[in-house]
Structures are given as structure tokens and as C-alpha cells.
């Protein structure tokens, strides 16, 4: 009401009433949208703490560092129950723990609407996988695009341990592989108690336990192991209370 | 206000004008299927097909700046590397596969020998990563480009954004590669009714429509699937082929089935390179096919082709070549600036 009469007032000047009118559409629309932004914060941890790159944690008789750390998330849908009320317009963001800034999906919730569930992918669906050059999060640069066979990696876990008999004692888990049999793409349902505040936690020690490091420490091809691994990742995804 | 609509009308006709007149659409006979490549969502441009153009010639896109694209696809062999049985990257190093020609893309579904690359924009990940090929990484690529002020002018004119990023390094790659067509050998022209077989050619096109067509289908010249021929193992590659990709028994010693169009410019042939002469070619259909399971059912009878008839075929198979294509000075090496 106030633009309209503002405009109203001013409207002979011509120019003048267009520029204040832009403004007052912008200046209402940010304030609009600061109030309705909804964040979604990825949070890995292991088991309480947050991660940290190259920091040692207990990890069965000895211990682990963790070198890098980078995954998909695509797809954010929020429901009401069974109603799919809204959802996360940029389709693909890359987490990167590298990235402070990645580790959270910013949502204008325009509609306000309520929802209790939030369900989402780990990595990338075949379509996308096939549809050639993509820019943003999803450009090859990011070494999340496996060069020698198409596909993107959904999910990258690399680090150091005593318990790997491998070279420099490294980890490594490059996930990925979007054909039948080997489609890795995993969607998650999480019940969400607290609309206003969504934090996601990844614990990647619970995903660690559950490896035997000693026997299994590479993982770069989408395999049979990949899909038996890409369900232990998503097994390690809940929303904090 | 009605000054500023009228500004922005004509800004926007001239924009509209200036897309209209860059724009460019493949051309390609009407016999020719409709492209497998999305044009809609890589919209060819002049400006990006140059930028193309001058990434595929320069070897910036190497570890050590001395590999491009085209030492093993030189515009002179319908973009493949003559005399060389298998590719050869940085430090003299050799590969495992015969660098394959590259022309009529936009119709092809996938990429490499095995079928590993499944988008034209995605192949050239592949030999640019190779450590045995240009031994580099995309994200090393795009900031030596970034770096230099020529590719940040040419970036520029072609996308109207200084950043250059991989998925435009890329797209502009392909756009090049797109209009990479050859049509117009002297089977299109007698297609076209533009010219005339010899009785010999017509003889040997009759042979091939009987014994070739059904995996090197015209008017492409491949059936663009994957097929074993009946070529030994080489033991010291252990190459088997599609199985490296798919892990299924049926498809080992499977490789893709290539384009039959420039074969005098493309020797050596075979995915290893091994046959040297198109003669060789035609004696292993005739003599050389082992028996193995997964072998192409159209191969399990054996092809008896007299010598005479192996001329003929012969004769008919020198009319795919294009040299209209070989020798278009547009894919050749960019004027230098």
C-alpha cells in the first residue's frame, strides 16, 4: 500500500516514481525473504565432534585422519506428512568440508508452509549423468566427474590410517555409478522436529566402524561394493534433535 | 518511461539480431538420421566453435603444454594419428588404443573404443586426465587458461562472461568437434545423383550391402553398437575391450564398431592399430575370424570373397572418402593472432 501511494504522489515526475517504486519492490522483497529463509546445515561429525581435516579421532586400535570429505546432496524436498508442500529450486549442491559455505543450503520459504519431513539424494541422478558439460556444482572442475568413465563421484571419503596396509596408509572412497546394477544414488527421509532449525548430521565414524579398513580400503569404481557402500552412507544421515 | 521502453525494444532487437546472425545449425544430407547430440542445449555459435577450435590446437591442454588434442587427431587423417598403431602423450609415452578418427559426432551415442564416455562434452575428460595422454586435470586446464589473456578475450566474445569455467572449456570442445561432418565423398554424391559408380564400384557396393552393411550400416557406415570381429587377443595389450566397462561375460573382446567414411585417410587399422593396409582388413574377415563366444553373429558363417571381389570391394569402399572433408581449411590448425 505505501508503494501505491508513494508512486501516486510523485507520478509526474516520470523517472523519479520508477526508481522508488524499484526500490521499495526491493527493499520489501529482501526484508520479505531475511525473515523466511530457511537453512538446512550439513553438520559431519565423528560420533560428537565436528569434522576436522587432518585431525586424529580413536578409531578402533589406533586412530584416523580424515583428508578430504565431499558429497552431493540433490533434490531437497520438504513434505507435510505425505504432501509435498515445497522444495529447494538449485537441484545439485556439493557439499565440500573444505567449504565452510557449502555446508549449508540456504531456502527462501516464500509460501511459509509447514512441513515436518525433509527428503533428499546423496549424489546425482542418470539424468543428469548423461546430460553432458553442467557448469556450477556440478562443473568437472570440482573432481567429483570420473574422467576415464562417465559418471559423478557421489561421494568422496579419503583420509589416513594405521589399520590400511595400502600405500602411505591412505583410505580411499570415490562412490559413484548411475546404471543399473550399479546405481548408487541414495534418497533419504528424515522426520524433522524443528522446522526452524535444520541440521543434518553425518557421522563418518559410524560409517568407519562398520568398514574393515585392513581389508577394504579402495573403492573408485562403481561396483557391487560402491552400492553396499553407498547404503552404510546413507544409513550415517540424521536430523539432529 | 516510453523513452526507456523504446531504448530497451531496440537493445533488445539488436541482441536478438546479433544471436540470429551467429547462430549456426549443422548441415547434413537428408538421408542422414536426426543428430543424437541435444543442439538446445549446447547452441552452436560461431564465436564458441573458434574458441573450440583454438583449444583443440593447443597443447595448453597438456600436462607439460606440449600434447593437444590434435597430435593424435590431425585434420589430415580425418582426426586420426597416421603411422601411430596406438596413441602417444606426454614423455613419449604410448597407450593401449588406435586414436580413433573424428567426424559426423553430433551422431554418435558414445565415446572411446569401449563405449566408456557417454557425452560428447564428457570425452575429452578422458585423454586430457590420461596419465599416459596429456597427463593434466580440467581444473589445472581452466587456470592456465584463465591465465592467459588471449583465452580471456576469446572466452569472452564467445560467452559475453570473462570466467572461464570447465563446463565452457568443454562445450566449446564439443561445438568444434560437431561440425566435424563429412558428407560429402563420392558416395553421397552418387546418393545425391550427383555422380555415378564404375561397374566395378557398383559391383562392390553390392558386396558390401551383403556382407558389411549389417554392423557398418550406410548411410553413416556403423550400426554405432558394439561388436567383436573376430580379432585374436594381443597378449601383450590383454585388451578386452566393452568387458572393461560392463563386467558382463558378453561383452568380452566387444569394441566399438567404427565409421567405414575416410578409411584411406585413417590407417592404421583395428582399435590396436595391428592392420596397417586395407587389404590386411578384408583377408581377416575372410581368414583371419577366430571363434570365440561372443563373436558377432554375422561373422560365425565364414565371408568367401574372391580376389577379384576383394578388388571390387575395395573399389567401393575408396568412395567414402571425403577429401572436400580432409583437406577443409576451416578444421585446420586457427590462423595465429
Known amino acids: 500500500m505505501i508503494i501505491g501511494v508513494t508512486f501516486n504522489r510523485i507520478n509526474y515526475f516520470g523517472l523519479k516514481s520508477q526508481i522508488t517504486f524499484f526500490f521499495l519492490v526491493t527493499v520489501s522483497t529482501f526484508a520479505y525473504s531475511q525473515k523466511n529463509i530457511r537453512s538446512i546445515k ?17 578409531y578402533k586400535t589406533d586412530s584416523i585422519e580424515i583428508s578430504a570429505l565431499k558429497f552431493y546432496i540433490s533434490n531437497i524436498r520438504f513434505y507435510q506428512h505425505t504432501k509435498l508442500v515445497d522444495e529447494v529450486i538449485k537441484k545439485h549442491h556439493l557439499v565440500n568440508i573444505e567449504n565452510a559455505q557449502s555446508l549449508i543450503v540456504n531456502h527462501s520459504n516464500k509460501k511459509n508452509k509447514k512441513f515436518n519431513r525433509l527428503v533428499f539424494c546423496i549424489g546425482v541422478d542418470s539424468t543428469t549423468n548423461v546430460s553432458g558439460a553442467l557448469g556450477g556444482d556440478l562443473d568437472p572442475t570440482n573432481s567429483m566427474y570420473w574422467t576415464w568413465q562417465s559418471g559423478y563421484i557421489n561421494f568422496k571419503l579419503e583420509g589416513v590410517s594405521k589399520v590400511c596396509p595400502s600405500g602411505k596408509n591412505q583410505f580411499t572412497f570415490h562412490i559413484g555409478g548411475y546404471q543399473y546394477p550399479h546405481n548408487t544414488l541414495q534418497q533419504i527421509d528424515l ?45 550415517i544421515f540424521s536430523a539432529a534433535k | 518511461m516510453k523513452i526507456s521502453i ?39 555459435d560461431t564465436s564458441i566453435i573458434a574458441l ?31 603411422d601411430h598403431d596406438v596413441s602417444h602423450g606426454i614423455n ?56 592467459a589473456a588471449f583465452y580471456r578475450k576469446t ?11 570447465g563446463e565452457k572449456v568443454l562445450k566449446a570442445l564439443a561445438q568444434f568437434q560437431l561440425t566435424l561432418i563429412s558428407a560429402n565423398a563420392k558416395y553421397d554424391q552418387v546418393r ?24 557398418h550400416t550406410e548411410p553413416m557406415f556403423t550400426n554405432y553398437t558394439f561388436a567383436s570381429n573376430g580379432l585374436p587377443v594381443d597378449t601383450t595389450l590383454n585388451d578386452y575391450g566393452r568387458w572393461m566397462v560392463t563386467k558382463k561375460n558378453e561383452d568380452s573382446l566387444l569394441f566399438k564398431v567404427p565409421s567405414l567414411r575416410n578409411l584411406s585417410y585413417t590407417y592404421p587399422y583395428m582399435h590396436d592399430g595391428r592392420f596397417k593396409k586395407l587389404q590386411q582388413v578384408l583377408n581377416h574377415y575372410t581368414n583371419g575370424v577366430q571363434q570365440h563366444k561372443s563373436l558377432s553373429k554375422e561373422l560365425k558363417k ?25 583437406f577443409n581449411q576451416k578444421h585446420q590448425h586457427p590462423p595465429k593472432n
Open chain 2, 192 to 215: 545425391q545423383g550427383k555422380a555415378n559408380f564404375t561397374v566395378q564400384e557398383e559391383n562392390g557396393y553390392r558386396l558390401f550391402l551383403h556382407y558389411c552393411n549389417a554392423c
Open chain 2, 302 to 326: 565364414t565371408i568367401a570373397l574372391s580376389s577379384d571381389e576383394k578388388v571390387d570391394l575395395l573399389a567401393f569402399l575408396l568412395t567414402l572418402n571425403d577429401p572436400g572433408f580432409v
Open chain 2, 52 to 82: 573450440g577450435r583454438h583449444l583443440f590446437y593447443d597443447p595448453v591442454l597438456s600436462a607439460d603444454n606440449t600434447i593437444s588434442c590434435a597430435s593424435c587427431h590431425s585434420p589430415y587423417n580425418a582426426f586420426s594419428h597416421t
Open chain 2, 155 to 165: 572466452f569472452y566474445t564467445a560467452y559475453h562472461d570473462s570466467a572461464i569455467t
Open chain 1, 42 to 58: 550439513f553438520n559431519p561429525v565423528c560420533n560428537s565432534a565436528p569434522v576436522e581435516l587432518d585431525k586424529k579421532y580413536a
Open chain 2, 92 to 147: 613419449d609415452q604410448v597407450g593401449t588404443r588406435n586414436a580413433p578418427a573424428l567426424f559426423n559426432l553430433a551422431w554418435q551415442k558414445t565415446f572411446m573404443w569401449d563405449g566408456a564416455i557417454n557425452h560428447l562434452d564428457m570425452q575429452a575428460l578422458a585423454p586430457i586426465s590420461h596419465p599416459k595422454e596429456m597427463g593434466e586435470t580440467i581444473a589445472s586446464v581452466v587456470k592456465k587458461l584463465n591465465g
Open chain 2, 6 to 44: 523504446t531504448i530497451s525494444a531496440i537493445a533488445a532487437c539488436v541482441s536478438l539480431l546479433s544471436f540470429t546472425i551467429t547462430e549456426v545449425k549443422l548441415i547434413y544430407p537428408g538421408y542422414f538420421p536426426f543428430p543424437e547430440y541435444d543442439l538446445s542445449k549446447n547452441r552452436l
Open chain 1, 191 to 235: 522426520q524433522i522436529n524443528n522446522p526452524q532449525k535444520i541440521i543434518i548430521e553425518i557421522n563418518i565414524l559410524q560409517l568407519l566402524n562398520q568398514l574393515k579398513l585392513d581389508e577394504s580400503y579402495e573403492i573408485m569404481s562403481p561396483n557391487a561394493k560402491a552400492v553396499e557402500m553407498a547404503k552404510k552412507i546413507k544409513a
